[in-house]
T-cell receptor
Framework: DAKTTQPTSMDCAEGRAANLPCNHSTISGNEYVYWYRQIHSQGPQYIIHGLKNNETNEMASLIITEDRKSSTLILPHATLRDTAVYYCIVRPQIQGAQKLVFGQGTRLTINP | DAGITQSPRHKVTETGTPVTLRCHQTENHRYMYWYRQDPGHGLRLIHYSYGVKDTDKGEVSDGYSVSRSKTEDFLLTLESATSSQTSVYFC?????FGRGISGANVLTFGAGSRLTVL
């Protein structure tokens, strides 16, 4: 699986858009970008995933650059409950078990 | 978390004693996983299952065994607990590629089991 690089920590003001970057310069053509988050003491939670097109769901938007070497997760109107560690993971879409490898992620703090 | 239950949620035990953690799902998902989370190491895969009686090792399987006799239950056993196995353990489930959310084989995690080995 391609390696990902994320900032260790970020801050964002409540109500503003939080933009979390992820670098995955060695991504292969069949690999998807997944985002999960982990709120303190809870299990990780799936947010969104994409291959090459931008994606949006009720939680967030995912912007993937045209060369697919980086992506940005956007939380459009961050709330205090969005404070969490956010993980960017690159994995191929294959049959079988989804053996995700979690890095250290980005610790996002939403400030009032 | 909806559809996935871990028990016990908290356990304190002594070195050398056996411990079994249980993961129970009501989603009928094929795949089940056990992860552990430690400060400085993040989440690491211990074992996973791809069906009843079908299991395989993850990256940190030493000292752990698993069993899956029913679709809904995945047990993680520490035969003789050590202090290095003090951790938070998370169970996860997934449906498999081509199913579920956009066919993405998304993992759904349980709430975790905090184990302390004295």
């Amino acid at each position: 699986d391609a390696k990902t690089t994320q900032p260790t920590s970020m801050d964002c003001a409540e109500g503003r858009a939080a933009n979390l970057p992820c670098n995955h310069s060695t991504i292969s053509g069949n690999e998807y970008v997944y985002w999960y988050r982990q709120i303190h003491s809870q299990g990780p939670q799936y947010i969104i995933h994409g291959l090459k097109n931008n994606e949006t769901n009720e939680m967030a938007s995912l912007i993937i650059t045209e060369d697919r070497k980086s992506s940005t997760l956007i939380l459009p109107h961050a709330t205090l409950r969005d404070t969490a560690v956010y993980y960017c993971i690159v994995r191929p879409q294959i049959q079988g078990a989804q053996k995700l490898v979690f890095g250290q992620g980005t610790r996002l703090t939403i400030n009032p | 978390d909806a559809g996935i239950t871990q028990s016990p949620r908290h356990k304190v035990t002594e070195t050398g004693t056996p411990v079994t953690l249980r993961c129970h799902q009501t989603e009928n998902h094929r795949y089940m996983y056990w992860y552990r989370q430690d400060p400085g190491h993040g989440l690491r895969l211990i074992h996973y299952s791809y069906g009843v009686k079908d299991t395989d090792k993850g990256e940190v399987s030493d000292g752990y065994s698993v069993s899956r006799s029913k679709t809904e239950d995945f047990l993680l056993t520490l035969e003789s607990a050590t202090s290095s196995q003090t951790s938070v353990y998370f169970c996860a489930i997934s449906e498999g590629f081509g199913r579920g959310i956009s066919g993405a084989n998304v993992l759904t995690f349980g709430a975790g089991s905090r184990l302390t080995v004295l």
